[in-house]
């Protein structure tokens, strides 16, 4: 299983960006996609997060600025960011947990392993 994010840059303070992931490989379902910041000197903190299901859970940093969606037939998830400010800067990661997928045999595991995209860097300016 890999995750493929894109869609960061650079971008002035109000504005917007979106960024994408793709999850590859023999995927039968995740339970959970979503996306991870980590600014310099910080730990990494959660964004947003939606399950299969469509429910969504937001850092209240975000709250009522961004937006996370997933195509579950694609095996995407976007985050949606708007009115960006400066302290939105930071290494974003796409993050899949509870995948099942179908092995070369043709046996399905199901794992509660997290998995990382590499992460795509958004920088906000004044």
């Known amino acids: 299983v890999q995750l493929q994010a894109s869609g960061g840059g650079l971008v002035q303070s109000g504005g917007s960006l979106r960024l994408s992931c793709a999850a590859s490989g023999s995927i039968i379902s995740i339970v959970d996609m979503g996306w991870y910041r980590q600014a310099p000197g910080k730990e990494r903190e959660l964004v947003a997060v939606?399950?299969?299901?469509?429910?969504?859970n937001y850092a209240d940093s975000v709250k009522g600025r961004f937006t996370i969606s997933r195509d579950n037939t694609k095996n995407t998830v976007d985050l949606r960011m708007n009115s960006l400010k400066l302290e939105d800067t930071a290494f974003y990661y796409c993050?899949?947990?509870?995948?099942?997928?179908?092995?070369?045999?043709?046996?399905?595991?199901?794992?509660?392993?997290?998995?990382w995209g590499k992460g795509t860097l958004v920088t906000v300016s004044s």
């Open positions: 993050n899949a947990y509870k995948i099942c997928y179908k092995n070369y045999d043709d046996t399905i595991t199901c794992d509660g392993n997290s998995y």
């Open positions: 939606i399950s299969s299901g469509g429910t969504t």
